[in-house]
């Protein structure tokens, strides 16, 4: 079977007699798939009931008979003008009560039951068309599920509802979010309302979170549902954005056959490249670890992207080289965003494939020829998979609380634990990024970054796992506080500590401008933004903060059962977490690669045989040690493989 290539297309945005051409030109490229639907909503459903399918009948089959399938997205990340003039109730409020706007995305109410009805109605109607229609492979529910939240009466009551459901009485309620405090105590869920103020109490604002991300899933799930009875031979996806904020993705995973990922890697300026793809590769990771299982490409760079501004272009064999790179960090498939720039509306400036003008010019002679190159390693790459001996912990309650109350000013969640996943990466080792839910039997090494909020329950998974051989790596702001986000009445690291083996009596934040100096046996790093004042009790001193910081160790290192735990008390620097990490992959046995800087390694896996993706993101020539057989030019390389600039190679080991 074929690999799943190709770009979003909007054919309502065209002349009639231009989908031939389009169509023709697409599968002169090598693509197979297109994306269709997304913002379409007023061009299916003009008026209220009144569908209006042909065009797009039409549209799918000029496709489909050129061997281009389709992907349907629901439509309703837009609503129609007669939606915002119908009912009001269906569109959102922001925080001081006011309608938002007309003709931006995303401004309807996710609790309101007619914009709710509306969706499952337009949803309904589109599964039903195309339920049989060959052409048709899947659908992506609605567009990038991460928005401003509602303040409507309607999304307030519902928050109510959720309280009352997890609380059960508001004197629980009252006692487990010490509402004491400034006498905020309530008397009834009735009186609580929305967080809209820039100090709410940090436990209601957490829930507020948490309801906000299920609101919008439980959005999804009744489109998800519909498409389920209708369409059982379609898959599900949706698109999601790496580390955007707002929703839970592993919970949304749940509700899909695989997630899909919105990859523009070409957002920052040239000169900054590198350490953008290193984050976007984190969120590839991500992807891979909200359902445990590869993924899709739904929106990939194809050309500048921006709105009122755009940025830079994409550079003669960036598409394909970081096409490969989504490949290797597990993509199935690739789609890029757009197939020819639009002429209207705020994306004037996002750039496809074709221009304005919509004749064929560089990008897409290398999106061919990069969809060749695809489709000659997926004959032997499909049903590969990403084995990995590492993941990192990422908590979407512990980035949304630690957003609230970030400790000091500058500390970033995601910033904070970037110097762990880039030593990791400059050695190619494979990493899943993964929730508390996921087994950690399966892993040789947990890093445990900045585990705000931690139960007793996962900490004495923790235990276990560590206990049994695994290693451990916690950091500085781990068990702080209960699961409703109210500091624990223990000595820090909390439910950690015995297998830590130490306390944290006191801590303090550090300046950005003046960094800690870490010295570790002989050489001197920096600790940022977090320092913990570490007191062992069992633990080894690896290093210590200089005497006139506070002379207090910094990194240690405890024995506890068949493992052991690495602890972390400041923010590292790249440095320091390189040779931290360096010496749990020792300890470990985790194999890794020399590679060159600024180049990347990525192993994928198939029935017993090891395929490893070798990327030079540089403009230099570099050479790689390595001994297999590379797919795309069939030639051995012995020891050693030469990569030109922007070079790829994907070597079969032997």
Same mark, same amino acid.
């Given at each position: 079977?074929? +690999?799943?290539?190709? !770009?979003?297309?909007?054919?309502?945005?065209?002349?009639?007699?231009?989908?031939?051409?389009?169509?023709?030109?697409?599968?002169?490229?090598?693509?197979?798939?297109?994306?269709?639907?997304?913002?379409?909503?007023?061009?299916?459903?003009?008026?209220?009931?009144? &569908?209006?399918?042909?065009?797009?009948?039409?549209?799918?089959?000029?496709?489909?008979?050129?061997?281009?399938?389709?992907?349907?997205?629901?439509?309703?990340?837009? +609503?129609?003008?007669?939606?915002?003039?119908?009912?009001?109730?269906?569109?959102?409020?922001?925080?001081?009560?006011?309608?938002?706007?007309?003709?931006?995305?995303?401004?309807?109410?996710?609790?309101?039951?007619?914009?709710?009805?509306?969706?499952?109605?337009?949803?309904?109607?589109?599964?039903?068309?195309?339920?049989?229609?060959?052409?048709?492979?899947?659908?992506?529910?609605?567009?990038?599920?991460?928005?401003?939240?509602?303040?409507?009466?309607?999304?307030?009551? !519902?928050?109510?509802? *959720?309280?009352?459901?997890?609380?059960?009485?508001?004197?629980?309620?009252?006692?487990?979010?010490?509402?004491?405090?400034?006498?905020?105590?309530?008397?009834?869920?009735?009186?609580? =309302?929305?967080?809209?103020?820039?100090?709410?109490?940090?436990?209601?604002?957490?829930?507020?979170?948490?309801?906000?991300?299920?609101?919008?899933?439980?959005?999804?799930?009744?489109?998800?549902?519909?498409?389920?009875?209708?369409?059982?031979?379609?898959?599900?996806?949706?698109?999601?954005?790496?580390?955007?904020?707002?929703?839970? &993705? *592993?919970?949304?995973?749940?509700?899909?056959?695989?997630?899909?990922?919105?990859?523009?890697?070409?957002?920052?300026?040239?000169?900054?490249?590198?350490?953008?793809?290193?984050?976007?590769?984190?969120?590839?990771?991500?992807?891979?670890?909200?359902?445990?299982?590869?993924?899709?490409?739904?929106?990939?760079?194809?050309? %500048?992207?921006?709105?009122?501004?755009?940025?830079?272009?994409?550079?003669?064999?960036?598409?394909?080289?970081?096409?490969?790179?989504?490949?290797?960090?597990?993509?199935?498939?690739?789609?890029?965003?757009?197939?020819?720039?639009?002429?209207?509306?705020?994306?004037? &400036?996002?750039?496809?494939?074709?221009?304005?003008?919509?004749?064929?010019?560089?990008? &897409?002679?290398?999106?061919?020829?990069?969809?060749?190159?695809?489709?000659?390693?997926?004959? $032997?790459?499909?049903?590969?998979?990403?084995?990995?001996?590492?993941?990192?912990?990422?908590?979407?309650?512990?980035?949304?609380?630690?957003?609230?109350?970030?400790?000091?000013?500058?500390?970033? *969640?995601?910033?904070?634990?970037?110097?762990?996943?880039?030593?990791?990466?400059?050695?190619?080792?494979?990493?899943?990024?993964?929730?508390?839910?996921?087994?950690?039997?399966? *892993?040789?090494?947990?890093?445990?970054? =900045?585990?705000?909020?931690?139960?007793? $329950?996962?900490?004495?998974?923790?235990?276990?796992?560590?206990?049994?051989?695994?290693?451990?790596?916690?950091?500085?702001?781990?068990?702080?506080?209960?699961?409703?986000?109210? %500091?624990?009445?223990?000595?820090?690291?909390?439910?950690?500590?015995?297998?830590?083996?130490?306390?944290?009596?006191?801590?303090?934040?550090?300046?950005?401008?003046?960094?800690?100096?870490?010295?570790?046996?002989?050489?001197?790093?920096?600790?940022?933004?977090?320092?913990?004042?570490?007191?062992?009790?069992?633990?080894?001193?690896?290093?210590?903060?200089?005497?006139?910081?506070?002379?207090?160790?910094?990194?240690?290192?405890?024995?506890?059962?068949?493992?052991?735990?690495?602890?972390?008390?400041?923010?590292?620097?790249?440095?320091?977490?390189?040779?931290?990490?360096?010496?749990?992959?020792?300890?470990?046995?985790?194999?890794?690669?020399?590679?060159?800087?600024?180049?990347?390694?990525?192993?994928?896996?198939?029935?017993?045989?090891?395929?490893?993706? +070798?990327?030079?993101?540089?403009?230099?020539?570099?050479?790689?040690?390595?001994?297999?057989?590379?797919?795309?030019?069939?030639?051995?390389?012995?020891?050693?493989?030469?990569?030109? %600039?922007?070079?790829?190679?994907?070597?079969?080991?032997?």
């Amino acid at each position: 079977m074929e +690999m799943v290539i190709g !770009a979003d297309y909007y054919p309502e945005h065209w002349p009639r007699e231009r989908w031939e051409e389009d169509a023709r030109l697409m599968r002169k490229a090598g693509f197979n798939t297109t994306r269709l639907t997304e913002f379409s909503w007023v061009k299916l459903e003009p008026k209220e009931g009144q &569908y209006n399918f042909q065009w797009l009948d039409d549209a799918i089959g000029v496709l489909g008979r050129r061997g281009i399938r389709s992907i349907l997205c629901t439509p309703t990340p837009t +609503m129609p003008k007669w939606v915002y003039d119908q009912y009001p109730e269906a569109v959102a409020r922001d925080r001081d009560g006011h309608l938002r706007h007309f003709g931006n995305r995303q401004n309807n109410c996710f609790s309101s039951d007619t914009y709710r009805r509306l969706s499952r109605n337009i949803t309904t109607a589109l599964a039903e068309r195309y339920a049989d229609n060959p052409y048709v492979i899947g659908w992506q529910l609605d567009n990038e599920l991460s928005v401003q939240k509602c303040f409507c009466e309607s999304c307030e009551n !519902a928050f109510r509802h *959720y309280l009352e459901d997890k609380f059960g009485t508001v004197e629980v309620l009252n006692e487990a979010y010490g509402t004491i405090f400034w006498s905020q105590s309530y008397g009834n869920i009735g009186e609580i =309302h929305l967080p809209r103020h820039e100090r709410p109490n940090p436990s209601l604002y957490l829930d507020h979170c948490r309801f906000h991300s299920d609101l919008l899933i439980s959005f999804a799930k009744e489109q998800a549902d519909i498409l389920r009875r209708i369409c059982p031979e379609h898959f599900i996806t949706h698109n999601y954005m790496g580390f955007a904020p707002h929703v839970n &993705y *592993y919970n949304l995973g749940k509700l899909l056959d695989f997630v899909s990922q919105d990859y523009y890697y070409n957002l920052d300026f040239w000169d900054e490249r590198f350490s953008a793809y290193v984050q976007g590769a984190a969120a590839l990771d991500l992807m891979r670890g909200c359902k445990g299982k590869n993924f899709y490409i739904m929106e990939n760079s194809a050309g %500048p992207v921006g709105w009122e501004t755009y940025g830079r272009n994409i550079r003669p064999g960036e598409m394909r080289r970081m096409t490969f790179h989504n490949m290797a960090h597990g993509a199935d498939g690739q789609i890029w965003f757009r197939w020819r720039t639009c002429r209207y509306g705020t994306e004037q &400036y996002w750039h496809g494939i074709l221009g304005h003008d919509g004749i064929p010019s560089r990008r &897409y002679t290398e999106a061919a020829q990069t969809a060749a190159d695809l489709q000659k390693v997926w004959t $032997e790459l499909e049903n590969s998979t990403i084995q990995s001996d590492i993941a990192i912990i990422y908590d979407y309650s512990d980035y949304w609380a630690l957003t609230q109350q970030s400790n000091n000013r500058d500390f970033e *969640y995601i910033r904070a634990f970037m110097p762990y996943y880039r030593a990791l990466y400059r050695r190619g080792v494979n990493v899943d990024f993964i929730n508390s839910e996921v087994a950690t039997d399966r *892993y040789k090494v947990i890093i445990l970054p =900045h585990k705000y909020i931690l139960t007793r $329950e996962y900490a004495e998974k923790l235990n276990r796992f560590v206990k049994n051989g695994g290693m451990l790596l916690t950091t500085c702001r781990c068990g702080v506080k209960n699961c409703n986000n109210v %500091p624990l009445d223990m000595t820090l690291p909390g439910y950690l500590r015995d297998i830590t083996g130490i306390r944290v009596e006191e801590y303090e934040t550090v300046q950005t401008a003046k960094p800690y100096t870490v010295e570790m046996n002989g050489e001197v790093y920096e600790g940022t933004l977090l320092a913990d004042w570490i007191i062992p009790e069992t633990a080894e001193v690896l290093a210590r903060f200089a005497v006139k910081d506070t002379g207090y160790p910094a990194v240690t290192r405890n024995t506890c059962g068949d493992g052991c735990v690495y602890y972390i008390g400041t923010v590292p620097c790249d440095r320091l977490a390189d040779r931290i990490i360096s010496s749990i992959l020792d300890e470990a046995g985790i194999r890794r690669f020399e590679l060159p800087e600024h180049t990347e390694a990525m192993v994928r896996s198939k029935d017993g045989v090891d395929y490893v993706f +070798m990327i030079n993101h540089t403009l230099e020539r570099q050479t790689f040690p390595i001994d297999g057989i590379d797919l795309l030019t069939g030639l051995r390389a012995d020891g050693s493989l030469i990569l030109e %600039p922007n070079g790829v190679a994907v070597i079969r080991l032997t």
